[in-house]
């Protein structure tokens, strides 16, 4: 057992790991404090950000930490921007200057994700106005739009998802980044989270309310490439629990 980081009564820890490193966030109340990089290789232990960092780090599946880099969001005195930073190399780069929120980053395989938003209350929440997907490409800088809502990203770099309302992925789209497609995944249900992808498979957990026996489901879709095109070939229930209306 190894002990990588610690707080005191008043501070809040949140952790995460890629198998190897160990991303620990560690703020108060007011606000988050530090983001700190454990490496279990090495045993050595990195402060790589301090300050005024804006994450809500409430949301652990967040992909903040993947290909051998770190994401997050933080005030740079006028607004929130994107910051990278590369694990091999110890740089950290401010990815975005605009004038608008820019929130809620994940990072994949060549490419951060992130939101903008010119007004956001909360991240994860309805609050957001025009807000857009935004896809990063590392090695060129290029930006893409992608779509308004609530954005994930593979950590493999291959699929990016947004779905258009939080936590009820109503009109869910999927965008594969090597062939450049896009294409309507459907609208899982009322009620259901914003999704997740891995190895090409696609999740969310849905809630069909309203009727005789409301039900929660655990949707999988898989994305193949028949023919060189992008499309949802399966979609099936895991599991079925039946819940009690109130």
Known sequence: QTIVGWSEPSHRVHARTDGRYVLVAVGTEEGLGALLLYDTHT?????????????????????RLADGAVVWSASDGHDEEIFLYVI?????????????????????RGYVLWARSESLQAPGTESGIARDVILYERSSGRERFLGRGFGRLAEDGSLALWSEWPQKAENLWFYDIERDQAA???????????PDTVDRFVIWYSERLGAKEP??????????????????????????????AS
């Open 43 to 63: 045993g050595s232990e990195k402060t790589i950000a301090s300050g005024a960092i804006t994450d809500d780090w409430r949301y652990l599946d967040d992909r």
């Open 215 to 244: 039900t929660a489901e655990i949707m999988v879709a898989t994305v193949a490439l028949p023919s060189g095109t992008t499309t949802v070939s399966r979609e099936t229930t895991i599991r079925t629990p039946r819940i009690k």
């Open 88 to 108: 091999a190399s110890g740089k950290t780069t401010q990815l975005t200057h605009t004038e608008t929120s820019d929130t809620e980053p994940e990072v994949g």
């Open 184 to 194: 309507y995944l459907g609208t899982p249900g009322s009620g259901a989270s914003w």
